[in-house]
Every structure is written in C-alpha cells, then in structure tokens.
C-alpha cells in the first residue's frame, strides 16, 4: 500500500489562455520541436503496450508526435485530440494519408468513453493547462480497457527564472491584473508523489519520475534571446493576447528580455536552458 496522502490537493483554478494574439502558433512552436519532443519519446520508452487497439493522444497539438504513435503501433486507431483549431490544422496537413483521427475537444469537456475502452492514453505537456486534472485523471482511468496504459508528463519548471521572470514583469506593469490571470503559477501542477498516490489508488503498477533536460539553444549575440522564443510558444501566449498594442508588447518584452540575459546568460553562441519534468505511467491490471 502506498504511504501517500491520496487526497490531491486542489490546482489553481485558472483558465486556458484567451485566443486572438495569444492562440497556439504551430510555427513558432515547432522552433524547438526536437527539444520539446524528447520528453514525449522518453515516456512512451516506458509504455509497455505491444499491440494496442486504441491509442488516443489528449493535446496532440501539431500532430507530429502523434503521427509518431501511429509509426510505432500501425495496426492501432489512433486518435488525436487537442481543443487548438490551429494545431489541428497543422496536424491534418502533416497526416497525407490519413491514419490518425484529428478530433477538436478541450480535456475538460472530452468524453473518454464515447467510443470504447482505450489500450493507451497519452497526454504529453498538456495537464499544466487543465486546472481540474487532479479531477480528471481517475475519470481517464475508468474509461481504459483492462491492462491500459495512462501516460502523462507535465513541466515542472514553474518557480524557474523563465516563468518566476515572466510573473515578476508582468505584477509591475500598469496592466498587472489583466496580465496576470492567465501565466502559468508553480501551483499548475501537483507534486510528483501526489501523481503517484492518485495513481496507486487505481493500480500498484505505476512509475513515477522526474528527469531535468539541460537544453543547450543556440543563441547568436544579435538574435533574440532563445528562451524568449521557447516560451513565446507556450507560457507568455497569455501576455501576447492582452498587449495587442504593438508598442505596448514590445515594451514588457524588451524588459522581460533584458532580464532573461542575466538569468540565463549567453556564452559562446549557446544559452543553457534547465527544464525539469514531471512523467507517470500508470497500467491496470490485465
């Protein structure tokens, strides 16, 4: 038995990022897909389905990861589900012939059960989106298929300079309050072994781990700063939706810049970018 406290405790009740300027962008995300990616392939590494029926991807997002389920287990319905028009987009132009199901649902509203047991459910960087998770995953256990596989990964880089910088800059602008609704808190995700208690109420086959990536970014002396562009794909979409002036944006961006150059120096034409994460996978009993 585990000796977790398997009461999670609640996530920040915060809502998705607004649309408009701050809506996905499937290019500017993809800038750094091979850093991003490698977390995704890391936890599939520990998904021990051979042949699964049904493999679903909740927050597929551009579609290339998924295509990659799709590779691995050919013979399987593979879905992928993201409430992004624009990712979604991106996704089917990706899949020419058509072997992934490209679905347009946010996680809170999907139903898992609308269309049978899942052998493999996957949600890679998506949960720290979700305020309700905590609440959503034992509804995403029921709905898999006897030795069905749950796996997750969430970031957990929220009190790093990147995000605490983020916060910081937006708290002293004149807009503090409209800023700040929707940036990323440390509270966005649960604790590595509150995942784990949650998980081992339902099965004691479960694997829980956090790995820190050291991504090395290229970072030329008269270019953008890199983690600047990394986070203007995710977390900053929040700020760009509020600050539609043009002069407006590039003022809390220059200053929130300058900042990440001291947190996050450049040294000879790279810039280290410490990332950790949170992985689970979870499989029920057969």
């Known amino acids: 038995m585990s000796t977790f406290d398997a009461t999670p405790p609640t996530v920040h009740e915060q809502e998705r990022p607004a649309s408009g300027d701050g809506r996905w962008d ?20 520990r998904v021990p389905s051979d042949s699964p029926e049904r493999v679903v991807d909740l927050g597929c997002g551009p579609g290339e990861l998924t295509l990659s389920l799709a590779d691995r287990w050919p013979s399987a319905h593979v879905v992928g589900i993201d409430s992004s028009p624009e990712m979604l987009a991106r996704a089917r132009e990706l899949d020419a012939t058509g072997r992934v199901d490209w679905v347009e649902a946010a996680a809170e509203s999907w139903d898992p059960s609308e269309s049978g047991p899942i052998d493999v459910l996957v949600t890679n960087a998506v949960l720290q989106w979700v305020p309700t998770h905590l609440r959503l995953l034992p509804r995403w256990l029921e709905a898999l298929a006897p030795a069905g596989v749950l796996a997750m990964q969430v970031p957990a880089n929220f009190d790093a300079p990147s995000h605490r910088i983020m916060r910081e800059v937006a708290a002293r602008h004149p807009r503090a309050d409209e800023l700040q609704d929707g940036l990323d808190r440390a509270d966005a995700v649960a604790r590595p072994e509150t995942y784990a208690a949650l998980l081992l109420a339902h099965t004691h086959d479960v694997d829980v781990w956090q790995t820190t990536y050291f991504h090395v970014l290229g970072a030329a002396p008269d270019g953008p700063h890199p983690v600047l562009e990394w986070v203007r794909g995710t977390g900053l979409r929040p700020v760009l939706g509020v600050l539609t002036d043009e002069t407006e944006r590039e003022a809390f961006l220059a200053t929130y810049e300058r900042e990440l150059e001291a947190a996050y120096p450049r040294r000879d034409g790279v810039v280290l970018f410490p990332f950790t994460r949170t992985f689970a996978v979870a499989q029920l009993p057969g």
């Open 26 to 45: 499937p290019a500017q995300y993809a800038v750094f897909g091979d850093h991003r990616g490698r977390p995704f392939h890391d936890l599939l590494a």
